[in-house]
């Protein structure tokens, strides 16, 4: 839930409520809805989200509407975009720095945001991470032949049927990508089709 692209050093634990709330009433409802239940929630948090009360209450709800789950306190364990190299990327991410410093008035992140965006390869431990984070939710699956991987962000949405299409693809494929979809905006109750490149 923090950890993705370079918004990470403004995400403080109001933001952290505010999101989980996002993801209970509308990413953990489309999944509770699914009409195939064969499948674990991995949830995955920064290392220091371990001991935070907000993960210890998300826990408990989780455990209350009976929703099988797994969280790992690793990082991302997939490649963030946001850090890959080159140029324009670099001075893209400075800019949305800058826009965070700006909307959050924490000014004194500048410079620390800043370094870390140009110095620091977030990617560079991606290896690492995948292989803590696979150690331990190993015992959840020792007894599956397949498993497919299915990423979706806190604040997304599935369709009742995408587990089952997502379960009946070929094992052989190497990604199923859903690309058409919806935005929703929760204040006004707008929904526009949303289906990036």
């Known amino acids: 839930m923090r950890g993705v692209g370079v918004g990470d050093y403004f995400r403080d634990d ?109 990617n560079s431990t991606l290896q690492e991470r995948i292989g803590k984070s696979v150690d331990k939710i190993k015992k959840y699956f020792s007894d599956v032949d397949i498993i497919y991987l299915t990423r979706i962000d806190s604040d997304d949405m599935f369709h009742k049927s995408a587990i089952k299409e997502i379960q009946s693809a070929p094992f052989e494929s190497e990604a199923l990508v859903f690309d058409k979809g919806y935005i929703y905006n929760k204040d006004t109750n707008q929904l526009a089709e949303y289906n990036p490149e």
């Open 14 to 122: 109001k933001w952290y409520a505010e999101r989980i709330e996002i993801f209970k009433n509308y990413t953990l409802k489309s999944l509770i809805n699914q009409e195939n239940r064969n499948f674990a929630l991995w949830l995955t948090f920064r290392p220091v989200d371990e001991h935070n009360r907000l993960t210890k209450e998300l826990a408990d709800y989780l455990k209350s509407v009976k929703m099988e789950y797994v969280m790992t306190f690793d990082g991302l364990p997939y490649w963030d975009d946001k850090f890959s190299k080159g140029f324009k990327i670099k001075i893209k991410n400075c800019l949305r720095v800058l826009r965070g410093c700006f909307r959050n008035n924490k000014w004194n992140e500048l410079l620390p945001s800043i370094w870390k965006v140009l110095f620091k390869d977030k």
